[in-house]
């Protein structure tokens, strides 16, 4: 896709996903701002990118009110990735906070420069739906307001309905894009990063792989490049202005397959056995719902974007798993 070259705002950018798009946008020859506190992104992410003549790297963070006071007035984009993801139990407080202060600031920021803000949203939001695969106009049904795990969704939840809000009241255009279950380099190697990387961390280290509940519960796991693919595309599009996107990939695989798939991709076999743990914590007393089944429909990316996931999931893992091992040997080589 050739396009001018535009001055983009990205936040979270040393994170997973931010990282992979920093690279695809100074690749195509756009102008960069980042911003990051790194208290869950890595500099090691964008180390490549610092020193680029079109990347501006400031460490920052997104609740901090200079983003609306001393930051930059001539923007064409804004893609906002910072969040707070909740794990399985605890920070709901946090989360909450984040998610919703962080993408008012970044709203404003955007209100007041009249640019297109692309936002990070998340399949969460479908909840515990019946209805599949998941359309981005279908029904977004949430669980007991007792599971904490269902915070990091309704705050997800809100910034699309305040996205939009402010699209409707300010007149600056808006996309949002509901991610399935990205992964691949500079993926986050705990629980954050997806169970992908907890078992890849377990494979390398010969520990216990631990999965919740059956391990019968479906996702859909999409390879960066092709979730890059997709923000892209929806960044410098003016047909998404307006629109809420899937970006996954449509290939379903339980959890329980997803530990063998990986064992079998490993070059050096391990024997770690795999754990099947509960889902409520009974010593704390913490209930947990799960989602059994998320497949999105991906149709409307691919009439309106032009883009469909490519990378096949077995392909897709055995270059995760290669870079992960890497990452590791690398961090212990400088121990």
């Given at each position: 896709?050739?396009?001018?070259?535009?001055?983009?705002?990205?936040?979270?950018?040393?994170?997973f996903l931010g990282s992979n798009l920093l690279e695809k946008l100074l690749k195509e020859g756009h102008y960069v701002v980042g911003i990051d506190n790194l208290?869950?992104?890595r500099i090691e992410n964008i180390q490549s990118c610092i020193g680029h003549k079109n990347f501006l790297f400031l460490e920052e963070d997104i609740l901090d009110n200079f983003i609306i006071r001393d930051m930059d007035d001539d923007f064409d984009i804004i893609v906002h990735l910072a969040a707070f993801k909740i794990p399985r139990y605890g920070n709901a407080v946090d989360t909450l906070k984040i998610n919703s202060k962080g993408t008012e600031n970044m709203l404003n920021l955007a209100r007041a420069q009249k640019c297109k803000f692309v936002l990070a949203s998340t399949s969460d939001v479908y909840g515990m739906s019946p209805d599949l695969p998941f359309v981005e106009d279908g029904n977004c049904v949430i669980g007991d307001s007792k599971v904490s795990r269902w915070s990091y969704a309704v705050s997800k939840l809100f910034d699309e309905h305040l996205a939009l809000a402010y699209m409707e009241d300010y007149?600056?255009?808006v996309v949002l894009l509901r991610f399935f279950g990205s992964y691949g380099p500079n993926q986050h190697l705990s629980w954050w990063g997806g169970p992908q990387s907890v078992f890849i961390?377990?494979?390398l280290n010969d520990k216990k792989i631990p999965i919740h509940g059956d391990g019968q519960q479906t996702r859909t796991f999409t390879y960066v490049a092709d979730t890059i693919e997709g923000m892209y595309?929806?960044?410098?599009?003016?047909?998404a202005n307006g629109e809420i996107f899937n970006i996954g990939a449509n290939e379903e695989i339980t959890i329980l397959e997803l530990a063998h798939m990986l064992k079998e991709i490993s070059d050096e076999p391990s024997d770690c056995p795999i754990e099947l743990i509960p889902y409520n914590d009974i010593s704390s007393g913490r209930k947990?719902?799960?989602?059994?089944?998320?497949?999105?429909?991906?149709?409307k990316a691919e009439k309106i974007l032009g883009v469909k996931a490519k990378t096949p999931l077995r392909e897709g893992l055995r270059l995760t798993f290669e870079w992960q091992k890497r990452n590791t040997l690398k961090k212990i080589s400088t121990v």
């Open positions: 896709m050739t396009t001018t070259p535009k001055k983009i705002l990205v936040t979270g950018v040393a994170g208290s869950m992104g007149d600056f255009p961390d377990c494979i595309a929806a960044a410098m599009k003016p047909e947990y719902q799960d989602v059994m089944r998320r497949v999105p429909d991906t149709t």
